[in-house]
């Protein structure tokens, strides 16, 4: 069975927070934190939204020119480490708004990887043929978690959402087909345990171990895409594009290093939107979709607390 993308649409909140608001917030200026970032500026969630809300937002803009009616989605899968509610889920709140009355719903957490885990598993069930169009919601309210004056993370963290519509069928030549995608947890591996926390009333977000952070990641972004070509025989050679959990500036260039990759060929918005957390490398690759053409490989890879890790590789 061949599983396709036929949608992809994110949602940015218009609230914009440049480095300089955090001079006199934790002391930090705008050299400093792009020198060891590669942000520039933030999306910040305004008031009134929150993680449901635009998770909702990006699925308006998907439903435009959606080439199928979308209450016949059969699988709603949400992916998020920073719920509105734990209760009234993204999937649920997304039915609920489009009547979509068939479906299935359910909600995922492995933090920043959380988008891929979704993506597995919206693919196990279709593979099963328990589903057949599914929408996968990625959203992350960090700002809402993040504490500004914490000089170690809380410059890093910006807000946004974004939907993917699958379907067992392409519908247009702008499709992307899934070859393959991988996840794998690492809860033994360092300081997977204390690294990132997000403890909402005790002290929200906050990453005390990055550096160890930055090697993990470094090394399990690399090796989850390798294990995504395996699956579908592809290389890192074989890519046109990558598309990484936009973390840290520094990350994507320690990975290029390492693989000899173009770092020009990775699809980067973190400079403009910060650590969008699990839906980071979807946004960008959203953001970055006219670059993309008909016959490219992209692969997305990330790395999340906890840890985890996850890749997928698409055929445009």
Known sequence: MELYINKIAHYLPETVVPNSYFKDINGLD?????????????SK??????????????????????????????????ATYSPYDTVVTMAHEIQNRYRIEHARCLSVTSACSSFINAMEIAEAYMLAGKAHKVLVVASEHNTKYANETDPQSGHLWGDGAVAVFLSTQAYSEKDARILSIYTRGMGHVGKAMEAVR???????????????????????MVEALNKAGEECGKTLS????????????????????????????FLMNIEERGNTGSPSCMISLSENR????????????VFGGGYSCGAMLLQF
């Open 30 to 42: 705008d050299e400093w934190i792009y020198s060891r970032t590669g942000i520039k500026r933030r």
């Open 198 to 220: 997000l403890l909402p009333k005790d002290g929200g977000i906050s990453m005390p171990e990055g550096r160890d952070v930055f090697i993990h990641a470094c090394h399990y």
């Open 238 to 265: 074989d890519l046109d594009y990558i598309s990484s959990h936009q973390a840290n500036r520094r990350i994507i260039s320690n990975i290029a290093r390492q693989t000899g990759f173009p770092e020009e060929r």
């Open 290 to 301: 006219d670059k993309v053409k008909k016959g490219n490989l992209v692969g997305l890879t």
């Open 45 to 78: 969630a305004g008031v009134g939204e929150n993680t449901n809300s635009m998770a909702l937002n990006a699925v308006e803009e998907g439903v435009k020119e959606l080439p199928y009616p979308v209450n016949e989605i059969d699988l709603i899968v949400a």
